[in-house]
């Protein structure tokens, strides 16, 4: 398979996330060596299980290697544990990202084989399958509001009415509305994808994660080269169009939040960005 490289000097990710490839059926390196219990997340994001009517096939032989790696989860989802793959049906594959940026980061794998190896300013330059992806990211964007909630709501000041009804020991009829988590959700598309399958990032904005370990890493979700889906269709002379001219890896960093410039001190942006999650989460 053709590999699709990304615009030189404009690759988001590393070699080795790279080579951190997604194997059906085998554990991959954030995976446990022992099945875990399924979260709340997992819970919320997943459909019922139903009773097997046949045995269950055997795996794939085929290999994804490299930037080939998201397509073991659209070949083959059923394959993987709930922690990693999330939801799959025969159009979409939602799998929590294994290189996660931020608290939460679950990526949106369309099945489409027409569509799957385009880059997605060619893919969702088609009217229809645009207005069904952005469908379906509004609907895993609240659905990541509602698993911030559940994991910081009650540190948060503005669900603590929410929070308060929630525990009464005669729960209102109607709770709060509190915070309005879906305003801390972001989501799109790189400008310059460094895997060949085609995928949208829904994610928290808290940008804070042990994955998170360089400057391209947080600029590629922190400037124009993550492009949001509901700004398509692009026009012919947006800029985004050329993230290698515009250099949005290379950009000196700055706090999401406050707007802090730190430069290329990324070791001081990253402690910095601990200290604002902090004060984001209790907001």
Known sequence: MAELKPTEGQDAITEEEIAGTAVPGHSTINSPSTPQQRNAFTELMSPKPKKPTSPPKPHRSTFFAGRDGLGAYTADPASFPPFRVIEHNKKWVVINDLYPKSSVH???????????????????????????VQAKVRKLRAQVATELRRRYGKFSALDKSRE???????????????????????????????????????????RVNECMKHRKHYNSFNTPFLVDVDDFPL????????????????AGLR????????????????????????EWMRV
């Not at 985004?240 to 001219?245: A, D």
């Not at 939040?257 to 001081?268: H, I, L, S, T």
């Open 106 to 132: 679950i990526l949106l794998l369309p099945r489409d084989s027409s569509k799957t190896l385009l880059h997605p300013f060619e893919a969702l330059a088609d009217p229809e399958f645009l207005a069904d």
């Open 164 to 206: 308060e009804a929630l525990d009464a020991d005669l729960p209102p009829t109607s709770l709060p509305h509190g915070r309005d988590w879906s305003k801390d959700v972001i989501s799109g598309v790189h400008a310059s994808p460094s895997m060949n399958h085609l995928h949208i990032h829904i994610l928290s904005v808290d």
């Open 235 to 250: 026009a012919e002379d947006d800029v985004r169009r050329h993230p290698g001219r515009q250099r949005y890896l290379d």
């Open 255 to 278: 706090c999401w939040r406050c707007g802090k410039p730190f430069g290329d001190r990324f070791a001081r942006l990253k402690e910095h960005l601990d200290e604002e999650f902090e």
